[in-house]
């Protein structure tokens, strides 16, 4: 692969604020996309059983829960893989 035909890595700072604002847009950015949306099904997957395991009388956040926490996990795993793609 020559020179002309690489892409230049996007900046981690870059990816970092796609995946917090969007859930797998981080890792769309650096080009693992499969990964992206596999975060985004277990999102989704562990909102609804958390949703589906909690009463009304829980806050949004906590009828979330579950999903919200593999979105956290997501962020840094993005950032991560983004620095090493761009600082290699």
Known sequence: MTTATMKKPVHPYLVLALAILFPGAGH????????????????????????????????????????????ALSIPDAYRRARLAHFT
Do not use: K
Not at 45 to 59: I, K, N, R, V
């Open 28 to 71: 769309v950015a650096i080009g693992q996309a499969g990964r992206g949306l596999i975060y985004i099904f277990f999102i989704v997957l562990f909102a609804m059983l958390s949703y589906a395991t909690t009463t009304p009388e829980h806050s949004f956040l906590g009828r979330h829960a579950g999903g919200l926490f593999v979105w």
